[in-house]
């Protein structure tokens, strides 16, 4: 018996599989500093406990993403350590906020399974769930992700494509951010007086400013995750691959093009949900990235006369400026363009 495990291969899942990952990870002050350090987000609410307290949080929470990622670091090694991509995601809800000293675990069910035309490769498809230390959900989300298999010639095991929601429900979303207290919430100090009724479905955001990712930032930031994927650390391998390069994980760039929104969006203080993404195309090392928004609904939540929910698509762009909003032609994607992200956040009302 080797001791070693070298990950799963596509030919290795069955659907319905339930898979428990190691392991369990303590948030600490120093991941939020780190987190900060790499992307520079300036969201109020994960910035400081003085701001996060005077509107009802015990303590500032943990940045969304950065609770993301650490649940998404926990599979990597089940799921995507032989992946040669990510391709996207959907239904990911925030359950429960995340706070310093909180340890998350998670687990993931294989929900599909489909064997792609070359016999080399498969797309798995899996419901990962974060939990704290009192068993609580924190975070679901569901993604696919092509897998190599070990050998070309092994039987698919099975063909299973589920149907995913275009979108979370606003009824659904909301749960992970406590009830504001009235009037608490400073727009001065939060950096912008634009709260939920101002902005309106259609509208288009530049974020105007870039950031370009080194070499070292990307994969500091994937190991903060404990993401062990070959294809973001290892250049001995990756020299002789489709790209001759690391590619900076998929994770990496949404934290980034995120972090760009606050420049438009400051008051947009919590992802509720994540109704769909995808990677459209690679980053690498040296690429600049840009991002802007668009509203594309505005809801109320029940119940909630304290803050609204914007949906909105976040659109990343590489080494090009977003001031005339890069998307698609027809069904193509702009050649830049390299996340296209649709997401629920709520603002104070």
């Known amino acids: 018996m080797t001791k070693n495990h070298p990950g799963n291969y596509f030919e290795d899942f069955r659907l319905g599989q339930v898979i428990i990952h190691a392991t369990p990870r303590t948030v600490t002050a120093g991941d939020v500093a780190l987190y900060t350090a790499l992307y520079g987000s300036r969201f ?25 990622n650490i649940v998404f670091g926990k599979t990597v090694p089940d799921i995507s350590l032989n992946a040669v991509a990510n391709l996207g995601y959907a239904t990911c809800r925030f359950l429960a906020p995340v706070y310093p000293g909180d340890t998350l675990s998670a687990k993931s069910e294989i929900i599909g399974l489909s064997e792609n035309s070359n016999r080399k490769t498969g797309v798995v498809y899996v419901r990962s769930t974060g939990f704290n230390a009192a068993g609580a959900a924190v975070l679901e989300y569901i993604r696919w992700v092509m897998v190599r298999k070990r050998d070309e010639a092994a039987p698919p095991p099975g ?3 589920p149907s995913l929601p275009e979108r ?6 909301g749960a992970a951010c406590p009830p504001l207290k009235s009037g608490a919430y400073d727009l001065a100090l939060a950096g912008s007086v634009q709260k939920f009724g101002d902005y309106v479905p259609g509208e288009r955001i530049d974020h105007v400013d870039g950031m370009t990712v080194e070499e070292a930032e990307h994969q500091l930031a994937t190991r903060l995750y404990q993401n062990t994927a070959r294809v973001h650390f290892n250049q001995f391998a990756q020299e002789k691959g489709r790209f001759g390069r690391r ?5 990496h760039v949404i934290s980034l093009a995120r972090a760009l929104s606050f420049n438009g969006l400051a008051n947009a203080f919590h992802i509720a949900a994540i109704n769909g993404g995808r990677h459209v195309a690679p980053l690498f090392a040296g690429d600049t990235v840009f991002a802007w928004s668009q509203v594309l609904e505005r809801a109320e939540l029940p119940n909630r006369t304290d ?10 762009a590489k080494n090009r400026s977003c001031r005339d909003f890069p998307y698609k032609s027809g069904q193509d994607y702009d050649p830049a363009v390299i996340l296209d992200l649709d997401y629920w956040a709520l603002l104070p009302r």
């Open 247 to 251: 590619l900076i994980y998929g994770g």
């Open 168 to 173: 979370v429900a606003a009824e659904d979303i």
């Open 307 to 316: 803050v609204g929910a914007l949906r909105l698509r976040l659109v990343a």
């Open 159 to 161: 063909r299973s494509v």
């Open 44 to 68: 109020a609410v994960q910035s400081s406990d003085h701001f996060a307290r005077a509107i009802g949080y015990p303590n500032a929470p943990a940045d969304d993403l950065l609770v993301f």
